[in-house]
Nanobody, 126 residues
Framework: QLQLVESGGGLVQPGGSLRLSCAAS????????IGWFRQAPGKEREGVSC????????NYSDSVKGRFTISRDNAKKTVYLQMNSLKPEDTAVYYC???????????????????WGQGTQVTVSS
C-alpha cells in the first residue's frame, strides 16, 4: 500500500519561497501520477499542480502558474513543489496525492486520486 508524507511547510514572508516534498513508501512511484492540492480554512480543497508518472506532463492552476514548479525524482520516490513569490492567499494546508489511472497525464481534481498524505501547513504572513 502506497503511503505519502509531505514536508517542507512553514511560515514565510510574502515574496518568499518554500519547497515542499512528498515522499512515498510502500510502493514504487514509477507508475503514479502525483497531484498537489491545498485547502484553506473554510474553503474547498483545490488543485494546485500535478505531474504525470514520467514527469513529461505537468499542469498548474492559474493562481500559481509562473510561481510554482512541480518536479519528481522517481529514484528517490519523491515529488517536489517549489513555491516562489508566495502570497498571503497561498496560505493553506498542502496535500500530495497519487493515482495510477493516468499513464500519460495527471488529474486536476481531488476525486481523481486514491492515495493521500496528511498534509503540511504553509503560512504566508509578515
Amino acid at each position: 500500500q502506497l503511503q505519502l508524507v509531505e514536508s517542507g511547510g512553514g511560515l514565510v514572508q510574502p515574496g518568499g519561497s518554500l519547497r515542499l516534498s512528498c515522499a512515498a513508501s510502500g510502493d514504487t512511484l514509477d507508475y503514479f501520477a502525483i497531484g498537489w492540492f491545498r485547502q484553506a480554512p473554510g474553503k474547498e480543497r483545490e488543485g494546485v499542480s500535478c505531474i504525470s508518472s514520467s514527469g513529461g506532463r505537468t499542469n498548474y492552476s492559474d493562481s500559481v502558474k509562473g510561481r510554482f514548479t512541480i518536479s519528481r525524482d522517481n529514484a528517490k520516490k519523491t515529488v517536489y513543489l517549489q513555491m516562489n513569490s508566495l502570497k498571503p492567499e497561498d496560505t493553506a494546508v498542502y496535500y500530495c496525492a497519487a493515482e495510477t489511472a493516468f499513464p500519460l497525464s495527471c488529474g486536476d481534481y481531488a476525486v481523481d486520486y486514491r492515495f493521500w498524505g496528511q498534509g503540511t501547513q504553509v503560512t504566508v504572513s509578515s
